[in-house]
């Protein structure tokens, strides 16, 4: 009788080797398929707010497929099954890359110089986080960069004000320290302006929002949209505001979208009257691949651009040091096309979970 000769035992690096490459094809589809829920379902929640997250997806993405690449290095026990799997997740990792890429240039302008002689416009925007605006750090940065107009966003401007009385200083600080002299603070108190130009036809359009169940005694639903003009001295600049609410859950999801269609709203009041030298600026709670973030810059002719070109993180949560990893890019901007974007930037850590968002833009004079 013949014996039939038994299998030889596989080695430590073999299955290693093997599990990596497993792991990392099926690693790999599992992200790109809850990266590509953002562009497949954007109006359910859930899947919108999967766009927060596609660089984390791209990454992981991109590591499970050179995991499974890996796994080639040993022979499978199941080996078409084993290809048909790394197929299909680089198939899925490129689909995710190409429709976040599309989006990412979607809308965008290219950056250009300022007209000889012209010196553009500054404006920084940060959501303070409840950040005191008497503090050193950030009263540092804005004498360092000397904007022409700052917005804020989580002011919570009675907190603030209560601050400056308990310290014996002028509430709001405005002219002094790197803050511009003209000051507009929103009805609720969550959004300010500083600017070095006259503010003029100023208007707070609130949006009421549903609470949601077990909501903290802190929660406001609310939020309010600043609409004003910047009196430049050669063209007025028609600034608007942005700061939705958080879509951590479906109900708070459907309050920011309300937001937006008012934001489209005014969008469109200021279009008919002026028609030009309009700039939404703030934290937008939505990254830049968000369907309903680039349907408003569609519906209303507005253009964009990012640090270096690309999203970059502006709200980072436990550590700045983290950033990378666990952060997402929120604050944004947007103009009209006739406003020539100069340059975006991203200022340091100044103490808020958010980063400064810095713009520089040159507008068209008017006749």
Not at 260 to 268: G, K, Q, S
Request: include cysteine; aromatic fraction near 10%; charge should be neutral.
């Amino acid at each position: 009788m013949f014996r039939k000769p038994q299998a030889k035992p596989r080695s430590l690096i073999h299955s290693v080797l093997s599990l990596i490459g497993w792991c990392g094809s099926l690693g790999a589809i599992a992200v790109s398929v809850l990266g590509l829920l953002a562009f497949l379902a954007p109006d359910v929640w859930l899947a919108d707010n999967m766009s927060f997250f596609l660089r984390q997806f791209l990454a992981a993405g991109l590591a499970g497929c050179l995991g499974g690449a890996a796994g080639f290095l040993v022979r499978h026990r199941l080996r078409l099954i084993y290809r048909l799997t790394w197929f299909v997740a680089v198939i899925a990792f490129l689909s995710l890359a190409g429709f976040t890429g599309a989006r990412t240039l979607a809308n965008t302008k290219p950056l250009g110089p300022a007209a000889p002689g012209d010196r553009p416009l500054k404006i920084v925007s940060i959501n303070l986080e409840h950040l005191f605006l008497g503090d050193k750090v950030l009263q540092a940065f804005l004498e360092k960069e000397q904007p022409d107009v700052v917005v804020f966003q989580e002011v919570l401007w009675w907190l603030q004000e209560r601050r400056w009385q308990r310290l014996g200083l002028p509430t709001g600080g405005a002219g002094e320290n790197g803050f511009p002299e003209y000051l507009k603070v929103g009805d609720l108190g969550g959004l300010a302006v500083y600017s070095r130009f006259p503010l003029t036809s100023e208007e707070t359009r609130v949006i009421s929002g549903d609470v949601p169940p077990g909501a903290n005694v802190y929660y406001d639903g609310d939020r309010e949209l600043l609409s004003l003009s910047v009196d430049t001295g050669s063209a007025p600049l028609h600034l608007l505001v942005i700061h939705p609410d958080s879509p951590r859950s479906k109900i708070r999801w459907e309050n920011k979208r309300r937001y937006f269609d008012e934001a489209d709203n005014v969008i469109d009041t200021l279009k008919a009257d002026n028609g030009s030298n309009i700039l939404a600026i703030g934290d937008w709670n939505s990254s830049p691949w968000s369907a309903r973030f680039q349907q408003t810059l569609t519906r209303n002719g507005l253009k964009t651009a990012y640090p270096d070109g690309w999203p970059q993180t502006t709200r980072f949560f436990f550590d700045y040091s983290l950033h990378w990893i666990l952060g997402a890019p929120v604050d944004q901007f947007a103009v009209s096309r006739d406003i020539q974007i100069v340059n975006v930037s991203l200022g340091p850590d100044i103490g808020s979970d958010h980063l400064p968002l810095i713009v520089e833009i040159a507008q068209t004079p008017t006749n």
